[in-house]
């Protein structure tokens, strides 16, 4: 949940400003979006909430008669070319972050983002840099996107892939572990995936050198690229660790070691066998995707009944009996504490570990009887469009 923001009241009468003027002294192409640069990508996906002065529900507050509240919004003629309109803001969604309004000068409705809506008690300035850094940072992924795929699509041939020392290295580093110790790691995808890696590392290279050396006039990319500012560089640390705060660790670690429950190695066995068979479960379908020819209905209705019926007697008495069995076996030794599988007060257990336990392994059966359905129903519909005649 983002933080609430502060609302803040303007006194200054905004009415002397033009928006219009102030974005285009800023140099923003708004009256053509299409063809401004990126204007291929969407302006709102790049919309800093921060500089947001109020909530879309203090926008809202101080509504003409009850009814709307007064604004400019960005609209579009037959022409695909933009102006700024009065429009007047009626309500607000929150699952696509849209305001509803009404245009005032063709008593057409709207649904606009807020980067195209200026209220009339809002900084015209301010809403300016706040569109400006929308423009700007969209600009900047426009010609990542480019730079990017130009070294992507740059020819890999005559490249000098990695020699027979470098890769023994790599082979070496990838058995420096007691599990892969003495196996053979010729692997020859992932070769091919760290040589393309290589080639793609000094296509950038030669590309990046290109663009400093002849800036934006060239011949080999269509249009200038404006990239984002390099960061600096930041200074190496000088010890291989991170500073924490100063803390009370004993409280901490004690409030850590009540709310978990893996802090016992019956706890963390028994949680991994109950996902393996969890697992196992949604390996399954609960109806026969497997028809690969025409029946009789009947014929098809009592093989779908046999695989929900088989399916529900595993889950009915293997399955449930299977996570019995691993909690009994786990936590049997238990005899004391608050995992004691035969405390009979119940006060103890509501407030022991046992009952989160429970809960938790609960919610993973419940967890994977969802994903079992879903699956399953996904499996038997591609199974039957299977039948359909290709359009």
């Not at 015209?124 to 130009?150: C, E, G, M, W």
């Not at 984002?228 to 803390?247: C, D, Q, R, S, V």
């Not at 069995?325 to 405390?343: A, C, P, R, S």
Request: glycine fraction near 4%.
């Amino acid at each position: 949940m983002s933080p609430k923001k502060k609302e803040t009241k303007i006194d200054d009468n905004f009415s002397d400003f033009d928006i219009e003027q102030l974005l285009a002294d800023e140099g923003i192409e708004f009256r053509n979006p299409e063809k401004a640069p990126g204007g291929w990508l969407p302006l709102e996906a790049y919309d800093d909430e921060s500089y947001d002065i109020k909530t879309p529900s203090g926008w809202l507050r101080n509504k003409v008669e009850g009814k709307y509240v007064k604004a400019r919004g960005l609209w579009k003629d037959r022409d695909a070319l933009c102006y700024w309109r009065d429009i007047l803001i009626t309500r607000y969604f929150p699952k696509s972050r849209r305001y509803e309004g009404t245009f005032n000068h063709i008593n057409q409705k709207a649904k606009l983002p807020r980067i195209y809506i200026m209220f009339d008690d809002e900084d015209p300035r301010h809403f300016v840099k706040r569109f400006k850094h929308a423009y700007q940072t969209r600009l900047y992924a426009d010609s990542l996107i480019k730079y990017n795929y130009y070294i992507e699509n740059m020819p890999s041939g005559g490249i000098t892939e990695l020699d027979h020392e470098k890769i023994n290295r790599i082979l070496i580093l990838t058995q420096n572990t007691k599990a892969l110790r003495g196996k053979s790691s010729a692997d020859t995808t992932l070769l091919n995936e760290i040589n393309l890696d290589f080639v793609k590392t000094m296509n950038k290279i030669i590309f990046d050198k290109h663009l400093k050396e002849k800036g934006g006039a060239n011949n080999l990319i269509a249009g200038n690229l404006t990239l984002p500012p390099e960061k600096p560089e930041e200074l190496t640390a000088y010890f291989g660790m991170i500073t924490i705060p100063e803390h009370d660790y004993p409280a901490t670690f004690a409030r850590f070691n009540i709310s978990t429950l893996l802090k016992t190695k019956e706890v963390v066995l028994a949680l991994h066998e109950i996902k393996k068979e969890c697992n196992e479960v949604i390996s399954r379908d609960i109806y026969n995707p497997n028809i690969n020819k025409t029946m009789e209905i009947e014929d098809f209705k009592q093989i779908q009944s046999s695989s929900i019926s088989q399916t529900s007697y595993y889950l009915r008495e293997t399955w449930v009996n299977k996570i019995k069995d691993i909690i009994k076996t786990n936590f049997n030794d238990m005899k004391e504490g608050w995992f004691n599988l035969n405390e009979t007060n119940k006060d103890f257990y509501e407030i022991g570990n046992l009952k989160k336990f429970l809960t938790q392994v609960r919610f993973l059966m419940q967890d994977t009887l969802l994903v079992l359905t879903k699956k399953s129903i996904h499996r038997f519909k591609d199974s039957l469009l299977t039948f359909l005649p290709i359009s």
